[in-house]
C-alpha cells in the first residue's frame, strides 16, 4: 500500500505559484525593514513650531514653565504640565498619537520621514 503524499499532487504551475508568493513575502519584509522610518516630534506652541526632535535621542524639553517634553525610547510624552485637568500628562507616552494641552496652547506631533501633517490648534 503506498502512503499518500502532497507532492504527488502539485505540478508545475503549483510550484511556480509557491516559489512566486515566497519572493513576494522575502522581497516584502527586506524592504520593510530596510525602510525603517525616521521618526520626528513637531512641537507647536501657540501655533508657532517651537522646535524638531528626533525620536531616536532622548530628550527632556522645557517649553516654558507651564509645560515639559520628554522623549525616551522612541516614545514622546508630556512629562509636567500645570494645566488644571492635566488630559496632556495622563495620556503617557506615545509614537503615533498627537498630544495636546489646550489650556497651554501646546501641540505635539509624531511624524514619519518628514512628512508633516499640520495640526491646526485654535
Not at 68 to 84: A, L, Y
Request: aromatic share 8%; with cysteine.
Amino acid at each position: 500500500m503506498k502512503k499518500y503524499s502532497i507532492l504527488n499532487d502539485l505540478r508545475p504551475a503549483d510550484v511556480v505559484l509557491i516559489l512566486l508568493i515566497l519572493l513576494a513575502i522575502i522581497f516584502s519584509a527586506r524592504y520593510y525593514l530596510s525602510n525603517k522610518p525616521h521618526s520626528q516630534v513637531y512641537i507647536y506652541k501657540d501655533n508657532q513650531l517651537f522646535g524638531i526632535y528626533s525620536l531616536e535621542k532622548d530628550k527632556i524639553i522645557k517649553i516654558d514653565v507651564h509645560n515639559t517634553v520628554e522623549i525616551k525610547n522612541g516614545k514622546v510624552r508630556m512629562k509636567f504640565s500645570d494645566c488644571p485637568d492635566k488630559r496632556c500628562v495622563k495620556q503617557g507616552f506615545t509614537k503615533s498619537m498627537p498630544i495636546i494641552c489646550l489650556p497651554r496652547k501646546v501641540v505635539i506631533e509624531i511624524n514619519d520621514n518628514g512628512k508633516q501633517k499640520k495640526l491646526i490648534l485654535q
